[in-house]
């Protein structure tokens, strides 16, 4: 079975800075996805960035972009340019790359706090 | 863009009672996805269906069933409520793609209450 694990249960940055939220995984299979969603308070789940274990280049969106490390089983997620409209839960998520019906595996998320 | 759609959006029962949660997938989304969030949790995946067949099971307590209609939408039946059952219910969908990475879409979720 497969693990993801946030060590960071919360976090806070400086409006307009940077910020890099950690995620390691565990699994023995050699494809599959990996995403970051965000839940703002209104517990709505928003899929903010995406990436295939099997494609080398970093996975971007706007103001968001990941450090992805196969080797390490790292998937990093960097908000650059942090706006008031950050602030939420924000969870990584892994899934099979065959298993396009499977569920996905959340880690237990963290929390970002963005200082005005 | 149309979303997924739950309803009801609230419900508050009493225990041992049974609830039933329906899901409205995004329009040509052929699975449905359904998960638990107990209160500071992260989402749990109960089970899954791909063109109306169970796809993916996960930690679907036995007292639960659900299943998916021939117009594509879901019910989650949850029977003998009992108080640890109170969380978020998400219905997700996800349809062929690009890339067949079958992208989960979540809906605004049901938010049960077991008294």
């Known amino acids: 079975a497969q693990t993801v694990t946030q060590s960071q249960p919360e976090m806070s940055v400086q409006e307009a800075e940077t910020v890099t939220l950690s995620c390691t995984y565990d699994?023995?299979?050699?494809?599959?996805?990996l995403f970051w969603y965000k839940q703002p308070p209104s517990r709505q789940m928003i899929l903010v960035i995406r990436?295939?274990?099997?494609?080398?280049q970093n996975a971007t969106e706007n103001r968001f972009s990941v450090n992805f490390q196969k080797a390490a089983k790292s998937f990093s997620l960097k908000i650059s340019d942090s706006q008031l409209g950050d602030a939420a839960m924000y969870f990584c998520?892994?899934?099979?790359f065959g298993g396009g019906a499977d569920g996905l595996t959340f880690g237990k998320g963290t929390h970002l706090i963005i200082q005005p | 863009a149309a979303g997924v759609i739950q309803s009801p959006r609230h419900l508050i029962k009493e225990k041992r009672e049974t609830a039933t949660l329906k899901c409205y997938p995004i329009?040509?989304?052929?699975?449905v996805y359904w998960y638990q969030q107990g209160p500071g949790q992260d989402p749990q995946f109960l089970i899954s269906?791909?063109?109306?067949?169970?796809?993916d099971k996960g930690s679907i307590p036995d007292r639960f069933s659900a299943q998916q209609f021939s117009d594509y939408h879901s019910e989650l039946n949850m029977s003998s409520l009992e108080l640890g059952d109170s969380a978020l219910y998400f219905c997700?969908?996800?349809?062929?793609?690009?890339?067949?990475?079958?992208?989960?879409?979540f809906g605004p979720g049901t938010r049960l209450t077991v008294l």
């Open positions: 997700a969908s996800s349809g062929p793609g690009l890339a067949g990475v079958r992208e989960q879409f």
């Open positions: 699994t023995s299979e050699s494809d599959y996805y």
């Open positions: 990436q295939e274990a099997y494609k080398q």
């Open positions: 998520a892994y899934r099979s």
């Open positions: 329009p040509r989304h052929d699975t």
């Open positions: 269906f791909y063109e109306k067949m169970q796809s």
